[in-house]
Nanobody
Framework: QVELVESGGGSVQAGGSLKLSCVAS????????MGWFRQAPGKEREAVAV???????RYIESVKGRFTLPVDKDKKLLYLEMNNLQPDDTAMYYCVLSTWRDRFSFSADSYDVWGQGTQVTVSS
């Protein structure tokens, strides 16, 4: 059984930075898709960045150039480094992992393991 635990959320002003961390425990599937999703109040859950083994991460258009997704396979850690944060980035952020999909996917249905979420709030 795989578990994901996020940390690092908080409140910042527009233009600020935050770094989210996600640690995977249990039987991990590092070679499959992992990434970050977010959900803002009243909005649908959306992918932010995803990565799979031996490939570069992929990002949604609105965060390209501002967010990066480093992975430490040995420590089973996944990060989301967020720079130049904007109020539209305010959301609950979730670390996700797929135990079966080995191709990139921005669909929430592809991920069967979700962390509990960490809140990011950006004020203007």
């Amino acid at each position: 059984q795989v578990e994901l635990v996020e940390s690092g959320g908080g409140s910042v002003q527009a233009g600020g930075s935050l770094k989210l961390s996600c640690v995977a425990s249990g039987d991990t599937y590092i070679n499959y898709c992992m990434g970050w999703f977010r959900q803002a109040p009243g909005k649908e859950r959306e992918a932010v960045a995803v990565v799979k083994a031996d490939s570069r991460p992929r990002y949604i258009e609105s965060v390209k150039g501002r967010f990066t997704l480093p992975v430490d396979k040995d420590k089973k850690l996944l990060y989301l480094e967020m720079n130049n944060l904007q109020p539209d980035d305010t959301a609950m952020y979730y670390c996700v992992l797929s135990t079966w999909r080995d191709r990139f996917s921005f669909s929430a249905d592809s991920y069967d393991v979700w962390g509990q979420g960490t809140q990011v709030t950006v004020s203007s």
